[in-house]
């Protein structure tokens, strides 16, 4: 496990910007899911979900871009 860490340590800039990225991802996917969701159900039409994509990129940008670290560090 200490390996593993100490990859990550390397690869991303510390422990603590992989747990920012991670948790950019996850806030990205979340809002990419709720619209499809919104969309099957029926409560949202295709323009919402695309409107919904786009502002789930925008806060994945801005995450990357506000939290130190962010996504480029580990790619």
Known sequence: MSNVLESVKENCGGFRQTVTTTSCIIV??????????????????????????ILALIVLLLCAVLFDGGIGDCF
Do not use: D
Not at 41 to 51: K, P, V, W, Y
């Open 28 to 53: 990205f996917l979340a809002l990419v899911a709720l619209g499809v969701a919104l969309f099957l159900l029926g409560i949202i039409n295709a323009a919402l979900l695309a409107a919904i994509i």
